[in-house]
Nanobody, 115 residues
Framework: QVQLVESGGGLVQPGESLRLSCAAS????????MGWYRQAPGKQRELVAS???????NYADSVKDRFTISQDNAKNTVYLQMNSLKPEDTAVYYC?????????WGQGTQVTVSS
């Protein structure tokens, strides 16, 4: 099994930045890639960004040029640097890890962008 723990969420004003962290533990070697998803109230969960083991990244169009996903393999941690935050970025952000035995999710961290 894989355990994922997110951190770094909070309340910020529009235009400000946040960095989310997702620390993985357990069967790390079984992880294919890591991804950040978000779910706003009344909306479906959506992919924000993903990164493979060899650091190939993918972003949703709505966050390109504002968000950056990265990983520190020594710490088994994936980061999501979020700049120029907008009110529409408000959501619960989840970390996901597809593995050889299934996909695992973290518990989520709330990001609220409001003036």
């Amino acid at each position: 099994q894989v355990q994922l723990v997110e951190s770094g969420g909070g309340l910020v004003q529009p235009g400000e930045s946040l960095r989310l962290s997702c620390a993985a533990s357990g069967r790390i070697s079984s992880i294919y890639s890591m991804g950040w998803y978000r779910q706003a109230p009344g909306k479906q969960r959506e992919l924000v960004a993903s990164i493979t083991g060899n650091s190939i990244t993918n972003y949703a169009d709505s966050v390109k040029d504002r968000f950056t996903i990265s990983q520190d393999n020594a710490k088994n941690t994936v980061y999501l640097q979020m700049n120029s935050l907008k009110p529409e970025d408000t959501a619960v952000y989840y970390c996901k890890a597809p593995t050889t035995t299934g996909s695992y999710w973290g518990q989520g961290t709330q990001v609220t962008v409001s003036s």
